[in-house]
């Protein structure tokens, strides 16, 4: 079982930036970041493939937002800029457990959850 502790959320005013960390207890294969605002169900962000070679993003997000990947670490990054009251939601990251082909946007297909962290967006 891999756990996956995430840091870096908070309080920012619109425009400004945040960067999200999540590192893992073991190997991880594809790992993506999903965000769940209050009332809502969860989304997908962003997710990046094994080797950091591919990534995708949410229409929402692209170009303001960056996944990057640092496999030594084990750890998995979100870099956020310019962001919108709108971005406000829990941001979790996810980590699959089997080496697959692509990149996967569907919530149920990520085998690790990690906790979950505020990130909210003043006007």
């Known amino acids: 079982q891999v756990q996956l502790v995430e840091s870096g959320g908070g309080l920012v005013q619109a425009g400004g930036s945040l960067r999200r960390s999540c590192v893992a207890s073991g190997r991880s294969y594809g790992m993506g970041w999903f965000r769940q605002a209050p009332g809502k169900e969860r989304e997908f962000v962003a997710a990046?493939?094994?080797?950091?070679?591919?990534?995708f993003y949410d229409n929402s997000v692209k170009g303001r937002f960056t996944i990057c990947r640092d496999n030594a670490k084990i750890t998995l990054y979100l870099q956020m800029n310019s962001l919108k009251p709108e971005d406000t939601a829990v941001y979790y990251c996810?980590?699959?457990?089997?080496?697959?082909?692509?990149?996967?946007?569907?919530?149920?297909?990520?085998?690790?959850w990690g906790q979950g962290t505020q990130v909210t967006v003043s006007s």
């Open positions: 996810a980590a699959q457990r089997t080496l697959v082909v692509g990149i996967t946007t569907v919530p149920d297909r990520y085998d690790y």
């Open positions: 990046i493939s094994w080797s950091g070679g591919s990534t």
